[in-house]
Nanobody, 129 residues
Framework: QLQFVESGGGLVQPGGSLRLSCSAS????????IGWFRQAPGKEREGVSC????????NYGDFVQGRFSISIDNGKNTVYLQMTSLEPEDTGIYYC??????????????????????WGQGTQVTVSA
């Protein structure tokens, strides 16, 4: 059964940092892309960042503005999202899932959550003083 397991969320003050992990269970990250999405209460799920299985392609939501960095460790079958300069607006549940390369590079990719699959249970990120 294909499944991702997210971890690393928590409560952090504005300006703080967190590193999220997305581990693949039951399959190897050897094709397609892995995307990080987030969902705040009452809002649509939106793309945060995505990375190809070989790490050569990455993309970020416009709101990231250089604060986050995505990476992949194929040996550990894990994708990381390093988040810095966190703001209260970054609060939400962060999920990872897999999709096609097109779904990571197309304009408006952040709104294509429905094209991704094998969603994990998510990890809560709360940014608050």
């Amino acid at each position: 059964q294909l499944q991702f397991v997210e971890s690393g969320g928590g409560l952090v003050q504005p300006g703080g940092s967190l590193r999220l992990s997305c581990s693949a269970s039951g399959f190897t990250l050897d094709e397609g892309v892995i995307g990080w999405f987030r969902q705040a209460p009452g809002k649509e799920r939106e793309g945060v960042s995505c990375i190809s299985h070989n790490g050569r392609t990455t993309n970020y939501g416009d709101f990231v503005q250089g604060r986050f960095s995505i990476s992949i460790d194929n040996g550990k079958n894990t994708v990381y999202l390093q988040m810095t300069s966190l703001e209260p607006e970054d609060t939400g549940i962060y999920y990872c899932a897999t999709g096609t390369h097109f779904d990571c590079v197309v304009a408006g990719w952040t709104s294509r959550a429905q094209h991704y699959h094998s969603w994990g249970q998510g990890t809560q990120v709360t940014v608050s003083a």
